[in-house]
């Protein structure tokens, strides 16, 4: 059973910058792609980021292309998501993910098998 566990959020100004940590706990040797989803208030869970095993591939959401970088440190079992120029829109609960593959559908959700806590972000205006 893979344990992720986010830190990092809060209040930020639009413009602004977070970094958002994701600790995973694991008992296999595999090592997980990785990704964060974001759900706003009254909205479906939406795809933000993803990351391949290596870290050699990264994959994001439109709405957050050329703001946000996904990266992952294996040595620390750790996956951060940087998010810059932030806007009112990026309020949202944020979630993490260890998938087992990144399949043709991994933007809606498919082949998640974990997922965080989550942990809010809020951008005031």
């Known amino acids: 059973q893979v344990q992720l566990v986010e830190s990092g959020g809060g209040l930020a100004q639009a413009g602004g910058s977070l970094r958002l940590s994701c600790a995973v706990s694991?008992?296999?040797?595999?090592?997980?792609?990785m990704g964060w989803f974001r759900q706003a208030p009254g909205k479906e869970r939406k795809f933000v980021a993803a990351?391949?095993?290596?870290?050699?591939?990264?994959y994001y959401g439109d709405s957050v292309k050329g703001r946000f970088t996904i990266s992952r440190d294996n040595a620390e079992n750790t996956v951060y998501l940087q998010m810059n120029s932030l806007k009112p829109e990026d309020t949202a609960v944020y979630y993490c993910?260890?998938?087992?593959?990144?399949?043709?559908?991994?933007?809606?959700?498919?082949?998640?098998?974990?997922w965080g806590q989550g942990t809010q972000v809020a951008v005031s205006s």
């Open positions: 993910a260890a998938f087992s593959t990144l399949g043709g559908s991994f933007r809606d959700g498919a082949d998640v098998r974990s």
């Open positions: 694991k008992r296999t040797s595999s090592t997980y792609p």
């Open positions: 990351i391949n095993w290596s870290g050699s591939m990264t």
